[in-house]
């Protein structure tokens, strides 16, 4: 298996524009997860899904914050408009349902400047 | 390659008990140190982050200590609840490259 894909891997766009960060689970996987990585805030959780579903989207810093998950194999987390503030790692991860382990994507790096 | 260890894997303990857990780091050249709370079903919940110029950090019941130079972290939790019955990690980050514990699993019985 490939694991957790995430595109684009480093993202710079200019602050107002719109970026859409895209994820692809692990096959078979029926929960997924959308993480910020900043220095000083450490990991935190903005969304997650289980079978597809919007679970808890509590972690979402904001309106301009929004994730999609059409289907069990893609999902897009999208900004618009975008914020030098929102510059950072975002992590796709996904777990099975019988386990507890999730399987963390490489991480997108988006500069906004 | 950064490794880091939890001891015990599983701990239980009757309710009003004080305990701590802890973690292990092989490479001190780290950022920061994070520990999370994780649920059956859910995501995780970041309880505490201690960088690396700091000693420990404090949030109601739990306080974290870090000590770079020997590798280590505990997670103090006092008074022991119920609800804190839950898999708790620890997590390095090094760059933008996280390394994850082998988790505690905790139970505390009422």
């Known amino acids: 298996d490939a694991g957790v894909i995430q595109s684009p891997r480093h993202e710079v766009t200019e602050m107002g524009q719109e970026v859409t960060l895209r994820c692809k689970p692990i096959?078979?996987?029926?929960?997924l997860f959308w993480y910020r990585q900043t220095m000083m805030r450490g990991l935190e959780l903005l969304i997650y899904f289980n079978n597809n579903v919007p679970i808890d989207d509590s972690g979402m810093p904001e309106d301009r914050f929004s994730a999609k998950m059409p289907n069990a194999s893609f999902s897009t987390l999208k900004i618009q408009p975008s914020e030098p503030r929102d510059s950072a790692v975002y992590f796709c991860?996904?777990?099975?349902?019988?386990?507890?382990?999730?399987?963390f994507g490489p991480g997108t790096r988006l500069t906004v400047t | 390659k950064q490794e880091v260890t939890q001891i015990p894997a599983a701990l239980s303990v009757p309710e009003g008990e004080n305990l701590v857990l802890n973690c292990s780091f092989t490479d001190s050249a780290i950022y920061n140190l994070q520990w999370f709370r994780q649920d059956p079903g859910k995501g995780l919940t970041s309880l505490l982050l201690?960088?690396?110029?700091?000693r420990e950090q404090t949030s109601g019941r739990l306080n974290a200590s870090l000590d770079k130079s020997s590798g280590r972290s505990t997670l103090y939790i006092a008074a022991s609840q119920p609800g804190d019955s839950a898999t708790y990690l620890c997590a390095v980050t090094t760059g933008n490259q996280f390394y994850f514990g082998t988790g505690t699993s905790l139970t505390v019985i009422p």
């Open positions: 991860a996904s777990r099975s349902g019988g386990g507890y382990e999730q399987y």
């Open positions: 201690i960088q690396s110029s700091q």
């Open positions: 096959s078979g996987h029926n929960s």
